[in-house]
């Protein structure tokens, strides 16, 4: 007698709907901590969108905060980090509470708002002056932005070696209260790379921007703009235009511009005061001005080429013309005033 043996089988799971329903009959458990996990989410999204979801058995610890101090808890969970501009110029010395003077390391995150380096010093109150040292070369990604408010001035400076400071887009230094002194260089050596463009460099009223060293050997140029004043401590080596284009560019030392144009447009003025410089071509347009006292400017060999302004103050200095004389009529009367000493050189007037 054959005794009959029972197996069983499992079934096979072959069509793809039977794996689907093979999987939907695991899934409840899996779904049931998926809902937990985004009932405790208090945030979604870039919308700063709070969900706070409380049960009866569960006490938030903040809710024992004394409630005149809510809102300002409230606030820093919907805006936190975000309710400041990233890369601005937070404290000084290391990171510490700013009070008055001092001097603030420029490569110490804890400086600027988010915890990286940035360009901006837009927002922030000086109450002393205020010296920012750079520790090692960097590079500024979208320029560099002094417009801070308080009354007081405010440098930069290397420590320990020269540094190099290269801008990625242009300079500002048009502060809030006005007639304040900002200093790139000085002490340690700031080097300025501008790059491969032109730059501008504006100066707000009553401002005036120093440029204690000299700006590196690059074939971008400067566009002088605002009211203020840009002076000129050093002998510069880039070889880009220098372009004035309303307040004053000013010498404070012989040959502060190398081979480059020079062109002074609308209300801009260049100051020699008592230095001398060798330049490139010169262009004088209606409303620029040339002034100086017992200092000299040179042009090169394209002479200077003028549609109006003026030449001014000078006693014993003067224009010397180390090419022609041209006037850029473009069809209207063209007026170029002299005042003291012009000398036109080998050319003739």
Same mark, same amino acid.
């Given at each position: ?173 048009? &502060?809030?209260? =006005?007639?304040? #002194?900002?200093?790139?260089? +000085?002490?340690? $050596?700031? *080097?300025?790379?501008? %790059?491969?463009v032109n730059r501008n460099f504006t100066v707000g009223a009553g401002d005036t921007l120093v440029i204690a060293n000299a700006i590196a050997n690059t074939v971008g140029g400067i566009i002088k703009l605002g009211t203020g004043i840009l002076q000129l401590n050093a002998a510069n080596l880039y070889t880009g235009l220098t372009q004035v284009e309303g307040g004053e560019l000013k010498w404070g030392v012989s040959n502060a511009l190398s081979t480059g144009g020079l062109t002074i ?54 224009? &010397?013309?180390? =090419?022609?004389? #041209?006037?850029?009529?473009? +069809?209207?009367? $063209?007026? *170029?005033?002299?005042? %003291? ?9």
């Open positions: 007698m054959t005794t009959q043996e029972t197996k069983t089988v499992e079934p096979v799971i072959g069509s793809t709907k039977q794996k689907e329903e093979a999987t939907m009959n695991r899934q409840p458990e899996v779904r049931s901590q998926k809902s937990e996990v985004r009932s405790r989410r208090s945030v979604m999204g870039k919308h700063r969108f709070f969900s706070l979801c409380f049960h009866s058995s569960i006490r938030p610890s903040f809710l024992n905060t004394p409630f005149t101090l809510l809102p300002v808890l409230l606030a820093a969970l919907l805006f936190g980090a975000q309710s400041a501009q990233a890369g601005v110029w937070s404290g000084a010395s290391s990171g510490t509470a700013y009070v008055s003077g001092g001097t603030g390391d420029y490569d110490y995150t804890g400086n600027w708002v988010g915890a990286s380096i940035g360009d901006s010093f837009s927002g922030f109150t000086l109450t002393g002056d205020l010296t920012v040292t750079l520790d090692a070369n960097r590079a500024s990604t979208s320029g560099l932005n002094l417009d801070y408010d308080g009354a007081f001035n405010l440098t930069l400076t290397g420590i320990t070696l020269a540094r190099t400071l290269t801008l990625g887009g242009n300079v500002s230094a048009d &502060t809030v209260v =006005g007639n304040r #002194t900002i200093t790139i260089g +000085g002490g340690t $050596t700031v *080097l300025l790379n501008l %790059g491969t447009n609308n209300s801009g003025t260049v100051n020699m005061g008592v230095y001398t410089d060798a330049v490139g071509t010169v262009t004088l347009n209606a409303g620029g001005t040339i002034k100086g006292t017992t200092g000299r400017l040179t042009t090169g060999s394209g002479g200077l080429v003028s549609s109006g302004g003026t030449i001014t103050d000078f006693t014993t200095g003067g224009v &010397t013309l180390g =090419g022609p004389l #041209t006037y850029a009529t473009n +069809g209207t009367e $063209t007026t *170029l005033v002299i005042y %003291g000493a012009f000398d036109g050189g080998a050319s003739r007037i």
